[in-house]
């Protein structure tokens, strides 16, 4: 059972505009989100994150909004940019024994053209 | 300063062989991780230490054993793998301070068993 979903694996932008980026959870349990960005062969690096108890988290180029009755997120960069392409992990955070787990999605292959 | 670091970066292996990989980080954080990730697939999580204990083993086999000497170091101690357990092993860390936890990752390790 997914319980973090990016139903989209390849998304293609032009350089200079919006790229958004989806992703659906079904364990209302989650109480943080986080968005991961993945060249090949290297590990996730953080991008940014968003609580629970907001709809909204802004940093630079990347807004992440939360739909927490939809159970849905979304990344938001702009304005794109080539060196924006890679693949990008949405990333779902439950506290367990005291511990947090994440929960990735599939990923979404994103390619920014000049 | 977000790094975490892993050594080796590659590693091929027989299946009598043992070996351990091995994580470091040096930013003060209390929760250590372990994850394993597939060619094409989200990154899983193997095994959660806090606070140097143990606190979340999700069903690994035996061939795989954790170690956490200190709060800085972590290892994954590999005996007896099958050519399946190929993958790239990400470890990171966070804080560990219960919530709105953001994890860390290291570039790596990449398996190969023979």
């Known amino acids: 059972d997914q319980q973090v979903k990016q139903n989209s694996p390849s998304l293609s932008v032009q350089e200079g505009r919006i790229s958004i980026l989806n992703c659906d959870y079904t364990n209302s349990m989650f109480d943080y989100f986080l968005w991961y960005k993945k060249y090949p062969a290297e590990g996730p690096t953080f991008l940014i994150s968003i609580s629970s108890i907001k709809d909204k988290n802004e940093d630079g180029r990347f807004t992440v909004f939360l739909n927490k009755s939809a159970k849905h997120l979304s990344l938001h960069i702009v304005p794109s940019q080539p060196g924006d392409s890679a693949v990008y992990f949405c990333?779902?955070?439950?506290?367990?024994?005291?511990?947090?787990?994440?929960?990735f999605g599939q990923g979404t292959r994103l390619t920014i053209n000049p | 300063d977000t790094e975490v670091t892993q050594t080796p970066k590659h590693l091929v292996m027989g299946m009598t062989n043992k070996k351990s990989l091995k994580c470091e980080q040096h930013m003060g954080h209390r929760a250590m991780y372990w994850y394993k990730q597939k060619a094409k697939k989200p990154p899983e999580l193997m095994f959660v230490?806090?606070?140097?204990?143990?606190?979340i083993n999700e069903s690994v086999p035996s061939r795989f054993s954790p170690e956490c000497p200190n709060s800085s170091l972590l290892n994954l101690h590999l005996h007896a793998l099958q050519p399946e357990d190929s993958a790239l092993y990400l470890c990171?860390?966070?804080?560990?301070?219960?919530?709105?936890?953001?994890?860390?990752f290291g570039p790596g390790t990449r398996l190969l068993v023979l």
């Open positions: 990333a779902a955070s439950e506290s367990i024994q005291g511990a947090q787990k994440l929960v």
């Open positions: 990171a860390s966070s804080q560990d301070k219960g919530f709105e936890e953001t994890q860390y």
């Open positions: 230490y806090s606070y140097e204990k143990l606190s």
